[in-house]
């Protein structure tokens, strides 16, 4: 009776020993919009983001040789698809100020509207290595109805082999489609 006894509670010690915390991670646009006395706009603009279903968890997934890993403890504090749209909405109001996102709830009639939705095709990551983000879009101006539409993979590689690392560099390819949306988004 003993034995058993004891090894229900290695087990249980063994248990406790090999529980490892979690660790949450939050993307980061790095240019917020600096707030100012502007109360007129010249568009706004609604964004809308998909992700694939594989990587659009609370895990983080990364890719490895024939498949990938999903990481139980490495975690984003927030819906990732809802993070990488603030955040691409975020840089590109932070690079072009005649900009508004709907998505702020701040809703104005009158402003000449454009659509943009984006469809994440890939979200890649590789520890130590990088991301690479391949990309959909459509953007609809509201004024004469004129549809642009692209496609485009960004690279960003990783500065080391930390998480934090490849959250970065999923913050520099955001960066690169604002840059790519930008230049389609009318005047």
């Avoid at 087990?11 to 980061?28: E, K, T």
């Avoid at 509207?113 to 984006?118: H, K």
Wanted: hydrophobic letters at 45%; charged letters at 25%; aromatic letters at 4%.
């Amino acid at each position: 009776m003993k034995l058993p006894c004891l090894f229900a509670g290695l087990a249980l010690i063994s248990g406790c020993a090999l529980n490892r915390p979690d660790h949450f991670y939050v993307l980061d646009s790095g240019n917020p919009r600096t707030l100012d006395a502007r109360s007129t706009f010249a568009a706004q603009v609604t964004l809308r983001v998909a992700l694939p279903i594989l990587v659009d968890r609370s895990e983080m997934v990364l890719l490895s040789p024939g498949g990938v890993q999903i990481l139980e403890h490495e975690r984003w504090a927030a819906p990732l698809g809802e993070q990488i749209t603030s955040v691409l909405g975020q840089d590109i109001e932070a690079r072009r100020e005649d900009v508004i996102l709907e998505s702020r709830r701040i809703a104005e009639s009158g402003l000449p509207n454009a659509t943009i939705t984006v469809d994440v095709v890939q979200l890649t990551l590789r520890k130590g290595s990088g991301v690479r983000l391949e990309a959909r879009w459509r953007l609809q101006d509201g004024r004469d109805g004129k549809v642009a539409q692209g496609r485009q993979s960004f690279t960003a590689p990783a500065a080391d082999a930390s998480f934090l690392s490849l959250t970065r560099s999923i913050d520099v390819c955001i960066g690169l489609l604002a840059d790519r949306l930008i230049a389609d988004l009318p005047k």
